[in-house]
C-alpha cells in the first residue's frame, strides 16, 4: 500500500559562530558584545536587545570548554527529550543507557517539557561544556535551536521520526504513515465515521493527524467536525473528557482514533459508564502500545513503537558518527506494528 511522505525541513551544518560575527551583525564592536553578554547591566537596554536579536538570529553560543583542541573529546552526549514521566521516553532513555554502558560516556539529560523555549534554554548549557554529540526528540525545532545546532557543527541524531532530508542522521518510525495504516485498519473493518481525539500537540501528534485525514480523503470520508485538538498534557481523564466532546458534536461516530494510548483508556472508561458498547458501538485505538493496552478490558487496538530500539539505535548511530563514519543512510526505519485488538 502506497502512503503519501510528509514533508521535513533540511538543516544544514556552517560554521561556529563567533563575536565578530554578532559584533558585525548588531553593527558594534566586539568588545561592546562581549560585555553585553557577560554583564547586561553595563549597556543600554536598547543596545543589549540589538545584541540579544543578533545571536539569537546568528545562533551564537559561547564555547567556556577547557578544551580547545579540535581533536579533545569531553566523552559527554547530551539529551533532550520532552518527558521525564511519560513512559514513551523512559523507554527511549533505557535504550540510550544500554547503548552507551560500559563506552566511557556520560549522560546529560534534559527535559524539554514539550517548550521550544525549554529546548533552546538547555541546548545554550549543554553546547557550553562542548558536548560530543546530541540526541534530539523530533525533527522541527525552532529557528533559535536550528541556528545553534548548525552553527555548533555538533554530531546530532533526531529521534522519534524519520527524516527526508538524505544528510540528517535520525532514527525512529514515520508518525504519518502510523496514523495512516491505523485509520485504514479501522476502515477496513467497515467503520466510516471515524473521529480523532488529541492532546500535548507536539509535532507527532499533528504527523499522526495528518496520516489520518489523509487515509480519510483517499476514501472520501474526511469530515473536520469530527476531529478534537487540544493542547493539554496528555492523560486518562482527559480523553475521558475529548470524547464527551466529540459525542456531543458528531454523535454519530461509529469509531475514534485517539493520537495514544492514554486518551484511548480514559475513551473506554468513559464509554462504560455511558452504556456505550466498544466496539459494537464505537471502536476506540490508539497509538504506542503501551503495556497496560493488551490488558485493558476491551484490549486495545493501538500502534506498538519500537521506543527502546530507537533509543539503542540512536545512541549507537551517534557513536559511530563521533568516530568519523558516514552512516548511509542517514535516516533509519524501524517501523511500527499494528496491534489489532478487542477495542476495533
Known amino acids: 500500500m502506497h502512503i503519501p511522505s510528509s514533508p521535513t525541513a533540511n538543516n544544514r551544518a556552517r560554521r561556529r559562530t563567533t563575536l565578530e560575527d554578532i559584533a558585525r551583525h548588531a553593527g558594534v564592536s566586539a568588545m561592546t558584545v562581549s ?9 543600554s537596554e536598547a543596545l543589549r536587545t540589538k545584541i540579544e536579536q543578533s545571536v539569537r538570529k546568528l545562533g551564537y553560543f559561547p564555547n567556556r570548554s577547557a578544551r580547545t583542541l579540535a581533536s579533545a573529546r569531553s566523552h559527554v552526549i547530551a539529551v533532550l527529550i520532552p518527558s521525564l514521566s511519560n513512559v514513551v521516553f523512559t523507554d527511549v532513555l533505557a535504550g540510550i543507557q544500554d547503548a ?33 554529540g546530541l540526541l534530539l526528540t523530533g525533527l522541527k525545532q525552532s529557528e533559535s535551536v536550528q541556528n545553534m545546532l548548525a552553527t555548533s557543527g555538533l554530531p546530532t541524531v533526531s529521534m522519534m521520526d524519520v ?17 495512516y495504516t491505523m ?12 473521529g480523532f481525539i488529541a492532546a500535548q500537540l507536539d509535532e507527532r501528534t499533528y504527523k499522526r493527524a495528518d496520516g489520518y485525514r489523509q487515509a480519510l480523503h483517499d476514501a472520501g470520508l474526511h469530515y473536520p467536525h469530527r476531529e478534537v485538538f487540544v493542547p493539554e498534557p496528555s492523560s486518562i481523564a482527559l480523553g475521558a473528557e475529548l470524547v464527551g466532546r466529540l459525542l456531543a458534536v458528531a454523535p454519530d461516530c ?17 464509554c462504560q459508564r455511558r452504556g456505550i458498547a466498544i466496539p459494537g458501538q464505537l471502536a476506540v485505538c490508539g497509538f504506542n502500545d503501551l503495556p497496560a493496552s493488551a490488558w485493558m478490558n476491551p484490549s486495545v487496538t493501538t500502534i506498538a513503537t519500537p521506543r527502546y530500539r530507537i533509543g539503542y539505535d540512536a545512541a549507537m548511530l551517534l557513536r559511530r558518527v563521533i568516530d568519523g563514519e558516514t552512516p548511509i543512510p542517514a535516516g533509519v ?12
Open 35 to 43: 560585555r553585553a553578554l557577560s554583564n547586561p547591566d553595563a549597556v
Open 100 to 132: 552507551l554502558s560500559g563506552s566511557g560516556y556520560q549522560v546529560l539529560i534534559g527535559n524539554t517539557r514539550y517548550s521550544d523555549e525549554e529546548e533552546e534554554t538547555l541546548l545554550n548549557i549543554y553546547l557550553q561544556s562542548n558536548p560530543d
Open 163 to 179: 527524516s527526508d532530508d538524505p544528510v540528517r542522521l535520525s532514527v525512529g518510525l514515520s508518525q504519518y504513515a502510523g496514523g
Open 183 to 194: 485509520t485504514r485498519h479501522l476502515l477496513d473493518k467497515g467503520y466510516r465515521r471515524i
Open 254 to 270: 461509529d469509531a475514534v482514533f485517539c493520537c495514544n494510548d492514554d486518551l484511548a483508556y480514559g475513551v473506554i472508561f468513559q
Open 333 to 344: 526505519d524501524l517501523g511500527f506494528t499494528l496491534m489489532a485488538r478487542e477495542s476495533t
